[in-house]
């Protein structure tokens, strides 16, 4: 019995572990219990401003499905779909698949 319990405590170290240096995507929000923030990096407010208003335009153009409608109004109003793609890439929780590889490794009994 003492073995199980031994080898259980291993595990559970081990998960918690990994928890620890693959899970950070996810931060607890300090002000709301349950709650978590992702972090996105940006240059400065007006990078920021740009990321607001290309996803609103984007969610316009989805709506409406009518590509001219934004960019008749002004000429600047064409969406930075680099920028867009970029926020994108910085959503995926890359470290997180990682972890549920190693957890996944771990119940094949592969680590």
Same mark, same amino acid.
């Given at each position: ?16 572990? /990994?928890?620890?240096?693959?899970? $950070?995507? @996810? %931060? ?11 972090? !996105? ?6 990078? /920021?401003?740009?990321?607001?208003? $290309?996803? @609103? %335009? ?11 409608? !934004? ?41």
């Amino acid at each position: 019995m003492t073995n199980y319990k031994s080898d259980e405590n291993m595990e559970m170290n081990t998960i918690k572990k /990994l928890t620890t240096e693959f899970l $950070n995507t @996810l %931060k607890s929000a300090e002000d709301e219990k349950g709650c978590y923030t992702a972090e !996105i990096k940006l240059l400065d407010y007006y990078e /920021l401003g740009c990321v607001i208003t $290309n996803m @609103l %335009k984007l969610c316009v153009l989805a709506l409406e499905h009518d590509e001219h409608k !934004i960019s008749e109004t002004r000429k600047d109003q064409s969406i930075n779909v680099a920028l867009m793609l970029e926020v994108v890439l910085q959503l995926i929780p890359l470290d997180e698949f990682e972890f549920l590889s190693e957890m996944k490794q771990m119940a094949d009994g592969k680590s």
